[in-house]
């Protein structure tokens, strides 16, 4: 079960390495740090190496894993951490949650799919690209529960038509990210296409919002849910040759501040991301100087890497995430102080 919660069964015993690793399939228990859920039961008095919990076994085997009661099962005490495709992710408890997130079959919506199945969580893919959306759900089908639903975002029916799809395979919506987004042709607003400067807005603005009108219905029904929305740097700041872009982003900003003071008191969370640029396939839809121009605005002197926006997308996702609403948050490589 690659990146998912570890369930131990009666016969499940664990294998300490020499190191003080405790590997289960896939997936790898590293001592230190927070404390990890398990679902199931955990081992109490299993000896053989790493010092998982600080406490000495009682039959001198070495140190040993401890049960601790409560949730939906144990915990490992002393902060192991799932290691997964070489990297070390903290854990977040998205049980029994469902999430849409559009956009979600390439870049950082992929991303993000994965690292909320990871977490545990239902996801529906929506993207105008079903085809590509099918592949990514084959492709992650192991991690958990997954659904591909062709959508297109500037069509209300059709985000309505998506609605009823997924709560009537899913049960609910409980998750929301407004990922789908293009970057447009760069021009100066005077050279800008009309019809391109609607497209972009069309997508990236309008598309939030009919996926908010029609998915908000469904989390006050339930009395629960998280809104996340994918804008971008380029709205707070406004990139030249991108006006069409950086307003649509902006429009976003607003649309998340509005909506979080509406449903404050309603259960539902609404806070939205404003990444820098992202190594994904849309840097292709961009002019190389206008490239190079976002990459020298950035004092980490790289670009962000989809895992990353996806971390702190989850975590927005998250009952964790409790008294912060109509909330900005940067991810930009320190290009924005504010």
Known sequence: MAGRAVEFGEEDEAALGEEGV?????????EGGDVGVVEGRGFEGVGGGGNLDGKEDEEGGGDCLEKIAGGRG?????????????????QINLQNRTAVVTGGARGIGRAIVERVLEWGASVAIWDLDLAVAEEARVALAGL??????????????????????????????DILVNNAGIAGANATVWQTDPAEWKRVVDINLNGAFHC??????????TGYGRIVNIASIAGKEGNPNAAHYSASKAGVVALTKSLGKELAQKGVIVNCVTPAVIETDILKQLEAYHVEYMLSKIPMGRFGKTTEAAALVAWLCSEDCSFTTGAVFDLSGGRATY
């Open 144 to 173: 958990g529960r997954v659904m591909a639903v062709e959508v297109d975002v500037t069509e209300l029916g059709s985000v309505s038509r998506a609605v009823a799809a997924t709560v009537a395979e899913m049960g609910k919506i």
């Open 212 to 221: 908010c009108h029609e998915v908000v219905p469904e989390m006050l029904r």
């Open 74 to 90: 144990g915990c490992l005490r002393g902060g192991p951490h799932l290691m997964q495709h070489g990297r070390t992710m903290n």
């Open 22 to 30: 405790v590997v289960f399939g896939e997936v790898e228990l590293v």
